[in-house]
């Protein structure tokens, strides 16, 4: 069976690998000239399957409006004449309530758990090395941030997951960088400590999978623009690419990120899917300073810190309504603060270097996976900022579902047909 997959990110590099395993001849296709060179070339780089939790929750309409006018915010909204942006929005509205908030954390914490046991076996059969780290930390800047997990720690209860409420004592004594950070003035309520999570070098590993399935006959064909075309039956049965060539296959696996809803539109397929603006940077550590010994977030900002080597991967902000690649001296302001909050007089801003992509993300937080109505075509997209934390199990999930198996999890949640059923 031949199959084609649109996209060489972290996704469809995991998808091509699952795929051979079951003994499919795969092509990826991508537009750009090498592996993981879009969102998960800025990617955040952590595995966190047990913090994994959707954008849309109780509470976090107010937070997007109360950031609006703040010289620092997590989240940007931008008026837009743009009919997607406002139908994804009223779309995510609708899911900040209590009760889906937990159903689709519940949804993401299941793939991106069973994702994280996929990945440790690849892990383990290869022996890859990609700057890894155990452990996670969300930090909790002031008591109204501690008190707003209440239902986050709820749902990570009733699902079994290893967490711990720490004090701000507590949480200093697992780092010391958090002392210092402490001992300037940067507040800390508290922290919830993740065990089991942990963060890597998403591109790295991208890159490492390639090779593996490039040595075992997968192709992969670059700087290809690739559009799924349908044969007279209206079977799904392979891609046009933008040189005039037609690819034959039996399966088109669409994990093309953020221009997945734009690729699908044109064959009748509508997918809520809005590319989300988010920004990275890598800061190189002082000589003299030893880095952190695991990966945290900023609770107040949404900003992520993870320690690869002797530098930093910060990442964060959402911005909603700006396209292209433009950096922002708010968003960048954003990932400085929280940086230097946590990490000051550690940090080399000289050789900093800043990146700004978009991340695919649904309204209710859960990635879109496994066939849809036309024969032949796949999705495994929507995983907004965790692909990496997803990938190894969403990759499997839908070679799986192309190879006619029965995938090892529950799809409940995860799937198209949510957007037609009623919450």
Known sequence: MRVIVIGAGIIGVCTAYWLNRHGMQVTVVDRRSGVAQESSFGNAGILAADYAAPWAAPGMPGRVLAHLFKSEAPVALR?????????????????????RYAANKRAMQRVARYSRAQLAALREEYGFEYERRIGYLQLLRTPRDVDATQVTRQVLQESGIAHRLL???????????????????????????????????????????????????????FNAVAQPVQNAG????????????????????????????????????RVPIYPVRGYAANLPLRNDVIGPRRAFVDETYRVTVTPLGQRLRVAGTAELGWRGPALRDKALRTLVRAAQDWMPGMLDFSRATWWAGTRPMTPDGPPILGPTRLPGLYLNVGHGSQGWSMAAGTGRIVADLVAGRTPEIELDGLDIGRYARKN
């Not at 004594?173 to 065990?195: F, K, R, S, W």
């Not at 999570?197 to 006959?217: I, Q, T, V």
């Not at 079977?235 to 997945?260: E, F, K, Y």
């Open 234 to 269: 209206g079977i799904v049965a392979g891609v046009h690419l933008q040189d005039g060539r037609t690819l034959s296959a039996q399966a088109v696996v669409v994990a093309s990120g953020s221009d997945a809803g734009t690729l699908l539109a044109r064959l009748g397929v």
């Open 79 to 99: 008026a837009s004449l743009d009919p997607a942006l406002w139908k994804w929005l009223v779309k995510w509205l609708g899911q900040c309530r209590a009760e």
């Open 167 to 221: 004090s701000a004592e507590e949480a200093t004594a697992m780092d010391v960088h958090l002392q210092d950070a402490v001992h300037v003035g940067t507040p800390l309520a508290g922290a919830i400590h993740y065990p089991d999570d942990e963060s890597g070098n998403c591109p790295l590993f991208a890159r490492l999978l390639a090779a593996e399935c490039e040595r075992s006959g997968v192709e992969f064909l």
